[in-house]
């Protein structure tokens, strides 16, 4: 579908100690863990207008901190039904660093 945003990929510095947080928040919105690699994890959300990924990958090795306010990306927000949705996914992610 045209507009639809297919795909987004997050650089972090250590994708394997991000994979809690995002998995848990990603699952609680519907998205299933569909590959991990070297590279890092994607998670996919199939719905019947196609399927829509979020990957989480390495930064490169030196490469700057990454400043919200600088050109690339600032922020990724996803819709949810309510503030329980949110409240529920942040209990889920915390308990998967605890």
Do not use: C
Request: glycine share 8%; no cysteine; aromatic share 10%.
């Amino acid at each position: 579908m045209r507009g639809i945003v297919h795909h987004v990929d997050l650089t972090v510095t250590d994708p394997q100690a991000s994979f809690a947080l995002y998995d848990a928040v990603l699952r609680a919105l519907g998205y299933e863990l569909h590959k991990q690699d070297e590279r890092g994890f994607d998670w996919v959300l199939a719905t019947a207008a196609g399927n829509y990924s979020i990957g989480v990958v390495q930064a490169k090795d030196g490469a700057p901190k990454h400043d919200r306010y600088s050109p690339g990306l600032h922020h990724v927000a996803w819709s949810v039904e309510s503030r329980a949705a949110v409240e529920q996914a942040n209990a889920s992610s915390a308990r998967a660093f605890f």
